[in-house]
């Protein structure tokens, strides 16, 4: 089983910028890593994804704004939100998917940008 914890969550001004992590407690070499995010009413929907072969995805929303990054030797993965904007506020969750496995979920940050 893996256990994810994030933080780096907060408030911020919009066209602020924030940086959360991700904390697994196994090795994410052969994972999967991916954030989410939930705003309220709302369903959750991916925001990026970081294979194991290194490739990388975001949702239309974020693009050349996020950044997804990972550290495999500190088993930790990034997210690096700048241009923050109200639409950006959700809370944001940390998924894991060990390749030929279950995925897991972390608990979630909460993302506030104030407009």
């Known amino acids: 089983q893996v256990q994810l914890v994030e933080s780096g969550g907060g408030l911020v001004q919009t066209g602020g910028s924030l940086r959360l992590s991700c904390a697994a407690s196994?090795?994410?070499?052969?994972?999967?890593m991916a954030w989410y995010r939930q705003a309220p009413g709302k369903q959750r929907e991916l925001v990026a994804r970081s294979s194991v072969g290194g490739s990388t995805e975001y949702a239309d929303s974020v693009k050349g704004r996020f950044t997804i990054s990972r550290d495999n030797a500190e088993n930790t993965v990034y997210l690096q939100m700048n241009t923050l904007k109200p639409e950006d506020t959700a809370v944001y969750y940390c998924?894991?998917?060990?390749?030929?496995?279950?995925?897991?979920w972390g608990q979630g940050t909460q993302v506030t940008v104030s407009s």
């Open positions: 998924y894991a998917q060990p390749l030929f496995s279950t995925g897991y």
């Open positions: 196994s090795r994410i070499f052969n994972t999967n």
